[in-house]
């Protein structure tokens, strides 16, 4: 089994930024992201990465959030710049390990405008 350990959430001021890491107990080899939920709303995809590097992003945090891997480190991060009130949720962290869908706990954030 796998967990996932998230970190970096909190208050922060429209506009602001907040780095969100997230370490797995164990190599992941597929795929690692990062979703969110907030208050009353389904859970959304914000950003994957490959181990290789490759990225997607939701339209709505393209050009302010950028996901980034440590293979090394077992580690995801969501570098969240330009943040706005709506960026408010909590944050999971998603890993597919052995063809299975992988949580972290999540993580809150709160964007104050």
């Known amino acids: 089994q796998v967990q996932l350990v998230e970190s970096g959430g909190g208050l922060v001021q429209a506009g602001g930024s907040l780095r969100l890491s997230c370490a797995a107990s164990?190599?992941?080899?597929?795929?690692m992201g990062w979703y969110r939920q907030a208050s009353g709303k389904q859970r959304e995809l914000v950003a994957t990465?490959?181990?290789?590097?490759?990225?997607t992003y939701a339209d709505s945090v393209k050009g302010r959030f950028t996901i980034s891997r440590d293979n090394a480190k077992n580690t995801v991060y969501l570098q969240m710049n330009g943040v706005k009130p709506e960026d408010t949720a909590v944050y999971y962290c998603?890993?597919?390990?052995?063809?299975?869908?992988?949580w972290g706990q999540g993580t809150q954030v709160t964007v104050s405008s």
């Open positions: 164990r190599s992941i080899l597929s795929l």
């Open positions: 998603y890993a597919n390990f052995a063809w299975r869908d992988i």
């Open positions: 990465v490959t181990r290789g590097g490759s990225t």
